[in-house]
């Protein structure tokens, strides 16, 4: 088929790949304008725009879709279907009604639940047990097309973000070209999404990033997993005399033991084979991996020989 990919981040390369590998004839890819980023302030393409020019496709980068002769130029492309996976911009109905066969979405969540920009930080972060991957037929609504197929996933309590995603993104890979496999010769049935049960992951802020050790355990581990490797759950810990800002990548949960009766916080042992144990508002996590402003990610063992972090020492 002649496809449209749109898409923008990392997640949705993998779909693009599949899509390619299958044979479908991809007449051009839509994705997000470089954007400068880094400490030089240079302009970096988007992960697919990466991809597409590596596999010789047209890449186009409007800043909208409102325009009538930007929605012209997509219609002359005379596509099957637009496949979409994280693209970032909304689709006006000239955009949804010029594919034969109208926009297929990839997202990743178990829709209704997690509508919106960050389903898999907030599944998370929201400490689900499972989530998944579903193609569904977009409409002007913000994710509130019928859904053609799905597929499920557990999330493990060790799973970050970063883990998931990449679950995810092969998963839906796979999934998309079973269903553009099935859809010219009409074998995807639309079903509804449910009234009940709709929540919205809205976009990661800064302001909701620090560790609030106030909190259960279980929530401030799930806050940390939600948000590695980024944008990065932080806390404020004095290492040499100075105040420095640390982000949790990884923590695991601990029992709770009489010592975790410490103001949240505290750390309740620090670090060799009983790990570096914070309190929190109940129970106790144990940091697993850190990182420290400027450096690269390192395992606790590794930080504690830097830090030197000593029992009833508070972060914040």
């Known amino acids: 088929m002649r496809i449209v990919f749109m898409g923008t981040p990392d997640f949705a390369v ?10 479908h004839d991809v007449v051009a890819c839509y994705t997000q304008p470089p954007r400068k ?7 970096r393409k988007s992960a697919v725009h990466r991809a597409a020019e590596t596999l010789g496709i047209e890449v186009r980068t409007p800043l909208s879709l409102k325009d009538a002769d930007e929605q012209a130029r997509f219609a002359d492309l005379a596509p099957d279907v637009a496949v979409v996976v994280a693209y970032g911009l909304l689709l006006p109905q000239p955009i949804l009604d010029a594919p034969v066969h109208g926009c297929l979405n990839l997202h990743a969540s178990l829709l209704p639940r997690w509508r919106g920009a960050a389903p898999i930080n907030r599944a998370i972060m929201a400490g689900d047990a499972e989530t998944g ?11 509130t097309g ?4 799905a597929e499920r996933v557990r999330i493990d309590e060790t799973m970050t973000a970063g883990d998931l995603h990449d679950r995810l993104a092969a998963l839906g890979g796979d999934l998309m070209v079973r269903a553009l496999a099935a859809l010219p010769r009409g074998g995807l049935s639309a079903t509804p999404q449910a009234e009940d049960g709709v929540t919205y992951a809205k976009k990661i802020d800064k302001a909701e990033t620090r560790i609030d050790w106030t909190r259960p355990a279980r929530a401030v581990h799930d806050h940390i997993r939600g948000l590695s490797p980024f944008p990065g759950a932080w806390c404020e810990m004095e290492i040499g005399g100075k105040r420095e800002r ?17 103001a949240p916080g505290t750390v309740l042992s620090p670090g060799g ?3 570096l144990r914070i309190a929190c508002g109940a129970g106790a996590v144990r940091l697993v991996q850190v990182q420290r402003a400027g450096r690269k990610p390192m395992g606790v063992d590794e930080f504690q020989r830097g830090a030197q972090l000593r029992v009833g020492a508070t972060i914040a």
């Open 273 to 275: 084979e009983g790990g």
């Open 246 to 262: 640390v982000k949790i990548l990884r923590s695991a949960l601990e029992t709770e033991t009489e010592q975790d009766a410490a």
């Open 146 to 149: 019928p859904v053609y197929m």
């Open 14 to 23: 993998p779909t693009l790949m599949e899509i390619v590998g299958q044979g």
């Open 37 to 43: 980023a880094g400490r030089g302030m240079e302009e």
């Open 133 to 143: 991957v579903e193609v569904m037929k977009m409409e002007a609504g913000l994710d």
